[in-house]
């Protein structure tokens, strides 16, 4: 944090670590709910089978990919609304 | 991603990171339970599960592997690219 206008202080040891460790659990619980949203999309319910149909298989992909597009559109457009409101929407 | 640890941030890091992964572990495997007995399970006049109940979860197991191990490559290659995307823009 800056002090006196000299800019900001080098950051410690704990707040270099939690950083990583922060931003591979970001990354982690993104993985986590995608799997558990495209599971329930794709596959059948019934699991009258143990492997995974081609359609499943493929199913799966598309999802994965329309998880991703959501995520980054979603997140440009709660910034611009936020600002457009003054930013004051995570108050 | 790490740039700039010296060698006792890395072990603390690594240290972190693994006590980080045990716990991911124990997440899928709760999802997994969840997952597989709400979709098999729905006969309670036994106590015991049925034989098609149980040929349900085993099924189950080995499709929801299967769809971590293929998600987790689709999940990797697009984080990938939406990185490389972000420090484009």
Not at chain 1, 66 to 83: M, R, V, Y
Not at chain 2, 35 to 57: Q, Y
Request: charged fraction near 30%; aromatic fraction near 6%.
């Amino acid at each position: 944090m800056s002090f006196l206008g000299f800019g900001k202080a080098a950051p410690s040891s704990a707040e270099k670590i939690a950083a990583v460790e922060n931003e591979l659990k970001v990354v982690a619980e993104m993985h986590s709910r995608m799997v558990k949203i495209c599971t329930a999309k794709c596959l059948d319910t019934t699991y009258r089978e143990g492997e995974l149909s081609k359609g499943e298989g493929v199913c799966l992909d598309r999802c994965a990919a329309k998880f991703f597009e959501a995520h980054q559109k979603i997140s440009d457009q709660l910034q611009k609304e936020t600002q457009a409101r003054g930013g004051g929407f995570m108050s | 991603m790490d740039a700039g640890l010296t060698p006792a941030e890395s072990r603390e890091l690594d240290q972190r990171l693994q006590k980080r992964q045990v716990k991911e572990f124990m997440n899928v495997f709760g999802n997994l339970v969840d997952n597989c007995f709400s979709a098999c399970v729905d006969d309670f006049t036994s106590k015991a599960l049925s034989g098609r109940e149980n040929g349900c979860i085993a099924r189950c197991v080995v499709k929801s592997m299967s769809t971590q191990t293929r998600l987790g490559e689709r999940f990797g290659e697009l984080n990938a690219a939406m990185t490389a995307e972000m420090q484009r823009r």
